[in-house]
């Protein structure tokens, strides 16, 4: 990639070896040092240090030279979910992450119902013996839920018309392991 005066050629993925044009960027040098990693004595997390004084782990950000305290946690990985949200509030989609396509279940559930009809694909958990079962499907119509003699979203069920094998049924939100809507696959935290 030529040179850009006052910007620095960034690697996507973090890999300096990796230097195909899909993963290369311009950036500034600060928008390059927000994704380096410590070392891994501090955590396996970007932004995240642990307080021997409070026996936690700390998550912080930095933007323009002012560093932002997001909060101390008994979870590493927890710390490392709210730099990532962090991190793209401040950074919008350069935002480097520590979960690239990672989501809760229930933002998976809100995006479903926001789905509107639209076909998706889900990677889910039988209850019976764990195995997992790949399904498309859709949304039901309200019409069709209002009929119910429950209501299935207080269970954390999604009613869904499953394409595969033509019959409706009842979609539980935490057998969810993959979800794949308008052509972006998530995985489940």
Known sequence: MPRKKGRVVDHMDRNGLNNHRGNLRYCSKGENAQGSRRPRRYSEYVGVTFAKARKKWVARITKDHEQHHLGYFDLQRLAALTYDIAAERLYGTEAKKNFRNFVARDLA??????????????????RT????RELVGKLVPK?????????????????IFDLSRENYRLLNVDGLALLTIGGETWRML
């Open 109 to 126: 559930r809100r995006w479903i119902l926001s789905s509107k009809g639209r076909i998706f694909s889900a990677l889910v958990t039988k």
């Open 129 to 132: 013996n764990g195995e997992y």
């Open 143 to 159: 019409a069709l839920v209002a009929k119910m003699k429950f209501d299935p979203y207080t269970r954390n069920l999604m009613p």
